[in-house]
């Protein structure tokens, strides 16, 4: 069964402009994770982030992290086309027993 | 240049058959795993190993089989038992002892279809 949901499904911006995304999961996690895929690509690992810390910067990732209301959002600063992908947040649970990925958010940065 | 191949990139299947998707790492990580993604989903994990000679089942392991003789290969195979095999497969890797199932380091996927 799929822990993450993501919102919203689909997202459509300009360059320059910021993207946010969504991330809501059901139980108790040690980290959550977020990755991108482009089309009939694998996963990329962009960050991490464990249930004691709320924010955490990569570049121009910002990630936050709500255990209190079980979500977690993924903000994309100042987009660019080369940004397009799908995104999917992916939950470990406490017991360490295997990492669980939403449905995905698909963005798509015009130039 | 260090990474995860997976192979091949197509793969037809006919009925009764049994194949075998590749995927092989020089990262030199201890874990490796497999996912399964139909379009428009997330991915479902299948089969995962942590060290050689031992693996544990996903939530969807009926129908698929693995096998981890050497650090660097987890071969799977997806028998005739499984009845909805069409999907696009995804092989990774993450280095141990940092955490199982964290930053995880991904082929590029093997697309799978009956024919």
């Known amino acids: 069964s799929q822990q993450g949901e993501e919102d919203p499904q689909a997202l459509s911006i300009q360059e320059g402009e910021n993207a946010t995304m969504n991330c809501s999961y059901k139980?108790?996690?040690?980290?959550l994770q977020w990755y991108r895929q482009n089309s009939g690509r694998g996963l990329v690992h962009l960050i991490l982030i464990r249930s004691n810390e709320r924010e955490k910067h990569s570049g121009r990732l910002r990630v936050t992290l709500d255990t209190s209301k079980k979500s977690s959002s993924l903000l994309i600063t100042a987009s660019r086309a080369a940004d397009t992908a799908s995104y999917f947040c992916?939950?470990?649970?406490?017991?360490?027993?295997?990492?669980?990925f939403g449905t995905g958010t698909r963005l798509l940065v015009s130039p | 240049d260090g990474g995860i191949t997976q192979s091949p990139k197509y793969l037809f299947r006919k009925e009764g058959q049994n194949v075998t998707l590749s995927c092989e790492q020089n990262l030199n990580h201890d874990a490796m795993y497999w996912y399964r993604q139909d379009p428009g989903q997330g991915l479902r994990l299948i089969y995962y190993?942590?060290?050689?000679?031992?693996?544990q089942k996903g939530d969807i392991a009926e129908g698929y089989s693995v096998s981890r003789e050497k650090k660097e290969s987890f071969p799977l195979t997806v028998t005739s038992a499984q009845k909805n095999p069409t999907a696009f497969y995804l092989c990774?890797?993450?280095?141990?002892?940092?955490?199982?199932?964290?930053?995880?380091?991904f082929g590029s996927g093997t697309q799978l279809s009956v024919l």
């Open positions: 190993s942590q060290i050689v000679n031992d693996f």
């Open positions: 992916a939950t470990v649970n406490t017991g360490f027993q295997k990492l669980v």
């Open positions: 139980t108790s996690i040690n980290n």
């Open positions: 990774a890797s993450s280095i141990q002892p940092t955490g199982i199932h964290e930053k995880l380091f």
